[in-house]
């Protein structure tokens, strides 16, 4: 079946260090989506991406930054991880008519940061 | 930028009966709201999903209502079972010029057998 795979499913680095999350999907969407979810705080945007030249900041892109390098792989890269970024996180991809936005997500990647 | 906000964060209802969740949202330019599930340990899945040129959208057991003059809208789910607990998330989307998906905070929604 189509998917969108994430990895690695958990990660536990150190303060300072970088990290790549990655992402890729065998669905053919052009939209993909990076979100953290936080308990309590729902799911948050952090990028998005409508096609391989494309990126946009969401709601809560500071620390972090992302690599679309084909349709099928969208990357997210913690440059220095701090601790507040320890969180799980999904990717997501759509195949948005324009008039609504259903997503697929990845199986998503814990993160812890010490 | 688009608000929602979801309520209650936490739900306990006994098996068989019914569970409300709300959620309100800001912008009246929104035009698509869907509601996510998340079983524990596992992926957010689309449930179930409304336009705003509709009232109310029913799938078996569930059902979503929307109010677009109060800017809010409603998940029932009817005859809980325990494979109804999960996380519960609403959302809002505009296909105006943000385009852009706003989730609400989550429903933990627990049915005791």
């Known amino acids: 079946d189509a998917d969108v795979t994430q990895t690695p499913r958990n990660r536990i680095t150190k303060t300072g260090k970088r990290i790549m999350l990655e992402c890729s999907q065998t669905?053919?969407?052009?939209?993909m989506y990076w979100y953290r979810q936080d308990p309590g705080l729902g799911l948050r945007l952090i990028y998005y991406?409508?096609?391989?030249?494309?990126?946009n900041k969401g709601e809560i892109s500071d620390g972090y930054s992302v690599s679309r390098q084909a349709q099928a792989k969208f990357s997210l890269s913690l440059e220095s991880a701090i601790p507040n970024q320890t969180a799980l996180y999904f990717c997501?991809?759509?195949?948005?008519?324009?008039?609504?936005?259903?997503?697929?997500f990845g199986s998503g990647t814990q993160l812890s940061v010490l | 930028g688009e608000n929602v906000e979801q309520h209650p964060s936490t739900l306990s209802v006994q098996e068989g009966d019914s569970a409300v969740i709300k959620c309100t949202y800001s912008?009246?330019?929104?035009?698509?709201f869907p509601w996510y599930k998340q079983e524990l340990g596992k992926r957010p899945q689309l449930i179930i999903d409304?336009?705003?040129?509709?009232g109310e959208k029913k799938d078996q057991r569930i059902a979503v209502t929307l109010n677009k003059t109060a800017k809010h809208f409603s998940l029932h789910i009817t005859e809980t079972q325990p494979e109804d607990s999960a996380v519960y998330f609403c959302?809002?989307?505009?296909?105006?010029?943000?385009?852009?998906?706003?989730f609400g905070s989550g429903t933990q929604l627990t049915v005791l057998p």
């Open positions: 997501a991809t759509s195949d948005s008519t324009g008039a609504d936005e259903k997503l697929f």
């Open positions: 669905k053919g969407h052009d939209r």
């Open positions: 991406s409508f096609d391989v030249k494309d990126i």
């Open positions: 912008d009246s330019a929104s035009n698509y």
């Open positions: 409304i336009r705003s040129n509709v």
């Open positions: 959302a809002a989307f505009s296909s105006g010029s943000a385009r852009q998906l706003t």
